[in-house]
């Protein structure tokens, strides 16, 4: 049994093999249409001889859609500065690309100090759905602020060369 995509192309399929004693270009006269859970296979000959084959098929798609965040899925952004979204893109296998599909939840106050989250859903037209959430940390840039990143901190420090002080 084959399993389709709702919407597949069935110009896609070409796991057969026909053969004509006289016709030698068959293989290019094959017609394929879906009806009721069947998949058929059409020729003609030259001659006007038709072969048919039937094939059992299951039309499904439950297999929800692939969603990538661009860039980390933690991001961190100084306090007044704008934030410009990283982007994201969305596949599916029956659909192919949802980007235009995607809904994004979420605000972010780039004047107000905290943690922000947008979240990020994508429906296929079967309705599998995937989401990703992304974490927005508006942070003050002033002097003595630590940031943390993935837990580690960075200290960085300043000498004015060997001597004896030093």
């Known amino acids: 049994k084959l399993t389709l995509c709702p919407n597949y192309n069935l110009d896609k399929i070409n796991d057969y093999t026909i053969t004509d004693n006289y016709d030698t270009n068959i293989q290019n006269k094959v017609t394929k249409y879906i009806k009721e859970n069947k998949l058929y296979y059409s020729a003609i000959d030259e ?4 072969a048919l ?3 059992d098929i299951e039309i499904i798609d439950n297999k929800a859609p692939e969603l990538v965040l661009n860039g980390n899925d933690n991001l961190y952004l100084y306090k007044g500065t704008a934030f410009k979204e990283p982007g994201f893109t969305a596949y599916d296998t029956c659909d192919g690309k949802l980007n235009e599909k995607v809904k994004v939840e979420g605000s972010i106050d780039v004047n107000t100090v905290g943690d922000y989250n ?12 995937q989401t990703k959430k992304r974490l927005v940390h508006v942070y003050d840039n002033s002097i003595g602020t630590n940031i943390e990143k993935n837990g580690k901190i960075v200290y960085l420090t300043f000498d004015d060369g060997p001597n004896a002080y030093t």
């Open 47 to 50: 001659a006007g001889n038709e």
């Open 53 to 55: 084959v039937e094939r």
């Open 118 to 129: 947008l979240t990020y859903t994508v429906v296929d037209n079967s309705g599998n759905k």
